[in-house]
């Protein structure tokens, strides 16, 4: 297997969605994301196949998890520093 090596400013972004920026590095079983979210941003919701984990730089972010109106739903609020 050949290493990839990236560097973030080779690395072009797109905004799927409004207020949305990111770069992204794909592997064969593997995405790491660097995402930026503008004020007001929203996601929908959706699923990922794996899990995901996210580093706060700074800021905050609220997420939404599991489906509303069930014993797993939760709300979760990170700020910058948390993962």
Wanted: proline letters at 6%; charged letters at 20%; aromatic letters at 4%.
């Amino acid at each position: 297997m050949d290493p990839l090596v990236s560097t973030w400013t080779d690395i072009a972004a797109d905004s799927p969605i409004p207020l949305i920026h990111r770069q992204t590095v794909t592997g064969a079983n593997a995405l790491v994301a660097r995402v930026r979210l503008e004020p007001g941003c929203h996601v929908a919701p959706h699923h990922h196949v794996s899990e995901q984990i996210a580093i706060i730089v700074s800021g905050r972010v609220r997420w939404n998890l599991g489906e509303k109106g069930t014993s797993e739903y939760r709300e979760v609020e990170v700020t910058g520093g948390q993962v």
